[in-house]
């Protein structure tokens, strides 16, 4: 079965330098969200959209952006990169309806490393 | 934002024994709860969910018990095996005209040979 798709899988970066995580959902799966994951942490919730619109905002920076375009697929921005954003971006993607089991996946990630 | 708790950070399991791992939410209007399996480097798996309407799911090897009463949920790992270890995440669904969820402190689980 078709699973969530994340690129780059590796991302090397110098601070203050701009990056661009993209993420294409499973097919017919009209949200997607974004997670950054430091090491040892838990994932934590950046942003979500859903039908291109952005349906929910969690911890993300002022320097982060993301859009989803419409082919569903996802692009998270990031500028002016500082050390602290060394971590693994997790999108993940569901269906909206809430009576069918909309099951929330996640893709393997994007490691991203600010040198 | 809402909380998803895990009362144990780390288990450790000999191979074969059973393994129980405990999570507790906060939100009375959840109606979906999910169990991840997460191992290093690699996205988070999914391993069971159970809707609010029902107590107990059986998957293979793997059973979930959620008690609303006490807003607890467990994931039972049966006859632990060196490939489940792992960090174990629940996740709670809160629907308010989009999905939300919530991710609760991972729990390692650590197979002992």
């Known amino acids: 079965a078709a699973g969530v798709i994340q690129s780059p899988r590796h991302l090397i970066k110098e601070k203050r330098e701009t990056a661009t995580l993209k993420c294409y959902p499973i097919?017919?799966?009209?949200?997607v969200y974004w997670y950054q994951q430091g090491p040892g942490q838990d994932p934590q919730f950046l942003i979500s959209f859903y039908e291109k619109m952005q349906s929910d905002k969690g911890s993300i920076p002022d320097r982060f952006s993301a859009q989803q375009f419409s082919d569903y697929h996802s692009e998270l921005n990031m500028s002016s990169l500082e050390l602290g954003d060394s971590a693994l971006y997790f999108c993940a993607s569901s269906e909206r309806n809430r009576g069918r089991g909309n099951t929330i996946y996640f893709g393997e990630g994007s490691w991203l490393t600010v040198v | 934002g809402e909380s998803v708790g895990l009362h144990l950070p780390t288990l450790s399991v000999q191979e074969g024994d059973n393994s129980i791992i405990n999570c507790a939410y906060s939100n009375s209007a959840s109606d979906y709860f999910i169990w991840y399996k997460q191992e290093s480097g690699k996205g988070p798996q999914f391993i069971i969910d159970?809707?609010?309407?029902?107590d107990k799911r059986q998957g293979q090897r793997v059973t979930v018990l959620l008690n609303k009463t006490v807003k607890h949920l467990s994931l039972q790992i049966a006859a632990t095996q060196p490939g489940d270890s792992a960090v174990y995440f629940c996740?709670?669904?809160?629907?308010?005209?989009?999905?939300?969820?919530?991710f609760g402190s991972g729990t390692k689980l650590n197979v002992k040979p």
């Open positions: 996740a709670e669904r809160v629907y308010n005209n989009f999905n939300k969820f919530y």
């Open positions: 159970i809707r609010s309407n029902m």
């Open positions: 097919p017919r799966h009209d949200t």
